[in-house]
């Protein structure tokens, strides 16, 4: 989901594209498939780290979310992972201190299944703490402790720490990847313009971060 252009949705008409052409002839387009950052992104040292860039709220996220996590439980030992919350509006800033305050409570993982539900099957907008704290409270998350997390000052450094991440990458839309603090690829750049399932673009994508860490790998 682009920051200028929220409401706008992937085409859903399968079409074997160009993107995966250029796949199987020698690897996906820079400039167009992916983008090389001017400034990398700080990273750990001693690891490929692959960022996803995400909100709860977006639906294209939601379609990506079991791809990406499938392909993250099989990444090899010198690949991390893991999700930063972005909030391009300031609507998106309750969503984001959610994600943040669970992260904090160790919850998480085991909450974000419902929480996308919530969203995008049960029309929830959860974009208030108490709906949200009702919410995780049937997930066996303590609406006291979730509160204060919330509200916490260790909370707000991760936001605001998230926002300072999102800037330097200059992100423009959701889902993104960040691969190894060097390479941006997404569903929709992966696409290359063409018409295909929202599954297929973000199948793509993932084979574009493939590529894209054996890169950085094999200039280890």
Known sequence: MK???????????????????????????EGRQYVVLGQ??????????????????????????????????????????????????????????????????????????????????QGQDLEDAKSQAKLLASLGVDAGKYMDAYNSFGVQTKVAQADKLVEAARLEGVPTLAIGGRFLTSPS?????????????????LQIADFLIQRIRAKA
Not at 12 to 28: E, F, K, R, W, Y
Request: hydrophobic letters at 45%; one cysteine or more; glycine letters at 8%.
């Open 3 to 29: 920051r200028r252009d929220f409401s706008a949705l992937l085409a859903t008409t399968p079409l074997a594209g160009v993107a995966g052409s250029a796949l199987a002839q020698g690897g996906p387009i």
């Open 189 to 205: 750049q992966a696409g290359m313009g063409q018409r295909a399932t929202e599954q297929e673009l973000g199948q793509r994508a």
């Open 40 to 121: 990398p992104l700080p990273t750990p040292a001693g690891k490929i780290e692959v960022v996803e860039f995400f909100w709860y709220g977006c639906p294209h996220c939601y379609v990506f979310e079991p791809l990406v996590e499938n392909w993250a439980r099989q990444l090899p030992a010198d690949v991390t992972f893991h999700k930063v919350h972005v909030a391009f509006r300031a609507n998106w800033k309750p969503h984001q201190r959610m994600f943040y305050a669970l992260e904090a409570l160790g919850k998480e993982a085991q909450a974000r299944p419902a929480i996308f539900n919530a969203i995008h099957q």
